[in-house]
């Protein structure tokens, strides 16, 4: 049966240096660049098949500089699905991820809300600071999945992103 091309808004959250302006570039045009400016916040628009199914993503990168509350509340109001990324190498990055869903949470209102978990910079297992059962555990409180990836070599990538869309259109669906 027919069914419509999709549209939808992803939210990429996490604390600067993280790695996600370099997750979104690896996604949306397969290329890794060491060094974006850590200020740039700015959204990308790509059309991506998961399971048969076209889908258009919004993707906004966020760089945690908006001058407004109003404008954070603005883009958490209309994600309909969140990355939230924290660095594997950076414990306090882990840690800030619970505000970042606590907020999401009260602006929606929505416990149900899309959300994949990204423990990035996967290859620097030399440098962890996050073991994978605390990652682990986490992702079984808010039942949302968890990936480890890496922006530099690609890993995961595509599946963080993917398992979100997955997440987004089930929750179209019902
Ligand atoms: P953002 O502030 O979250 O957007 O972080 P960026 O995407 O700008 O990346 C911050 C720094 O981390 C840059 O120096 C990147 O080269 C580096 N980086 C990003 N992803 C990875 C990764 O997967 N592995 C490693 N080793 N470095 C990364
Ligand atoms: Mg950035």
Redesign the pocket.
């Known amino acids: 049966s027919y069914q419509p091309c999709r549209e939808f808004n992803v939210v990429v959250l996490?604390?600067?240096?993280?790695?996600?302006?370099?997750?979104t570039a690896q996604f949306v045009h397969n290329e890794w660049i060491?060094?974006?400016d850590?200020t740039i916040e700015d959204s990308y628009r790509t059309q991506i098949s998961v399971d048969g199914r076209q889908v258009v993503l919004e993707i906004l990168?966020t760089?945690g500089t908006e001058q407004f509350v109003a404008m954070r509340d603005l883009y958490m109001k209309t994600g309909h699905g969140f990355m939230l990324?924290f660095?594997i190498s950076s414990r306090t990055s882990f840690d800030e991820l619970q505000t970042l869903r606590d907020d999401i949470i009260r602006i929606r209102d929505d416990e149900k809300i899309p959300i994949v978990i990204v423990g990035?910079?996967?290859?620097?297992e030399d440098q962890r600071a996050v073991d994978r059962a605390k990652a682990f555990a986490l992702s079984q409180r808010w039942d949302a999945p968890y990936y480890e990836?890496?922006?530099?070599?690609r890993t995961n990538v595509d599946e963080a992103f993917t398992d979100l869309c997955r997440q987004m259109l089930r929750r179209d669906d019902s």
Request: aromatic share 4%; charged share 20%; net charge neutral.
């Open positions: 996490g604390a600067g240096g993280v790695g996600k302006s370099c997750l060491e060094s974006y850590p990168d760089a990324v660095s990035n910079k996967a290859d620097l990836a890496s922006a530099r070599t």
